[in-house]
């Protein structure tokens, strides 16, 4: 039955190899950001983990080479999927600690039209 409904879920996400290749990376490299010793050596406006994954990205490439091995479309899915954490954290919705706003602020940012992580590749990437 789990593995039913994880497949139900896989379908409607709509997945292909280039959006797991980048929810991949993603995973890979997100825990950067949470690292001490890295984010003492940048700037002040980079010292937040998905701003900090985000500033290597653009930044400091060879910090993140699995990056370069990203498709432009998968790349850009991986930087709205970090702007988008950054935005709003399930894990802290999951807690009970999302105030009403994060949940409204999460709405608008998915149904805006220039949004490059749609709900179900939202879903894939959390």
């Known amino acids: 039955q789990q593995?039913?409904?994880l497949q139900q879920i896989v379908a409607w996400t709509e997945v292909t190899s280039e959006h797991l290749h980048a929810v991949l990376?993603?995973?890979a490299i997100r825990g950067l950001g949470k690292s001490t010793t890295l984010l003492r050596q940048l700037p002040p406006f980079a010292q937040h983990s998905e701003k900090?994954?985000?500033h290597l990205m653009s930044v400091a490439a060879n910090v993140v080479p699995s990056v370069a091995?990203?498709?432009e479309t998968a790349?850009?899915?991986v930087k709205a999927a970090l702007m988008l954490h950054e935005l709003f954290n399930v894990a802290q919705?999951?807690?009970g600690e999302n105030v009403p706003g994060n949940i409204a602020q999460l709405r608008?940012?998915?149904s805006r039209r220039d949004n490059r992580c749609g709900d179900s590749t939202f879903c894939l990437c959390w």
């Open 3 to 5: 593995w039913e409904s």
């Open 25 to 27: 990376v993603l995973l």
């Open 52 to 54: 900090t994954v985000l």
């Open 69 to 71: 091995q990203l498709g």
């Open 75 to 77: 790349r850009e899915l």
């Open 93 to 95: 919705m999951l807690q």
């Open 108 to 110: 608008e940012l998915l």
